[in-house]
């Protein structure tokens, strides 16, 4: 006699989600990743301000930004993502984007430098933020499409670990 399998997750793994609830999904998984990012960002954004004061800038961003990345990856890779713990590979992945994004908030606050000797704090932070909010969308693009990707369904693994895409498709 055969069994049915049951109506909950794996009838769930083996279905197509639909247009509408796909758009839903990834604005969903956008919305997260930018309420994250922003919170991380504006909380790096003070330390990295009073360490600017000891050291040069380009140098306390490069610190504020390891730190950063680090606890935006973890909370990226669980919350944002529902792929569980990122693991050395997924944080050296998330590291290789935040160069290039070290890169772009550097440049952008070195430009304002050059072209307003003098710009007040809250200009330079400012340019730092919207730079940041650039990297932030190309980083979510990269860790969705390629770091974190919602995996595919394993069968037989019962390692007990629903990806946030299943969770997303339940709703």
Same mark, same amino acid.
């Given at each position: &006699?055969?069994?049915?399998?049951? /109506?909950g997750t794996a009838a769930r793994e083996?279905?197509? =989600?639909s247009g509408p609830r796909l758009i839903h999904r990834h604005a969903a998984a956008f919305l997260r990743f930018a309420g994250l990012g922003c919170g991380v960002t504006l909380a790096a954004s003070a330390p990295l301000v009073l360490?600017?004061?000891?050291?040069?800038?380009?140098?306390?961003?490069?610190? =504020?930004?390891?730190?950063?990345?680090?606890?935006?990856?973890e909370l990226?890779?669980?919350?944002?993502?529902?792929?569980g713990r990122p693991g050395l590979p997924?944080?050296?992945?998330?590291?290789?984007? &935040?160069?290039?994004?070290?890169?772009?908030?550097?440049?952008?606050?070195?430009?304002?430098?050059?072209?307003?000797?003098?710009?007040?704090?809250v200009l330079q /932070?400012?340019?730092?933020?919207?730079?940041?909010a650039l990297v932030g969308i190309g980083r979510y693009l990269v860790l969705r499409l390629s770091v974190f990707a919602p995996r595919a369904p394993q069968s037989g693994t019962g390692d007990?670990?629903?990806?946030?895409? &299943?969770?997303?498709?339940?709703?």
């Open positions: &006699m055969k069994t049915k399998a049951p /109506q083996n279905t197509t =989600i360490l600017s004061r000891w050291i040069p800038w380009p140098a306390a961003n490069v610190l =504020i930004t390891v730190v950063s990345t680090v606890v935006a990856t990226h890779a669980r919350v944002s993502f529902g792929h997924g944080h050296l992945k998330s590291a290789a984007t &935040m160069l290039a994004g070290w890169l772009v908030t550097t440049a952008a606050v070195g430009a304002l430098a050059a072209l307003r000797p003098g710009a007040g704090l /932070q400012t340019v730092y933020l919207s730079a940041t007990g670990v629903r990806s946030r895409a &299943m969770y997303d498709a339940a709703a």
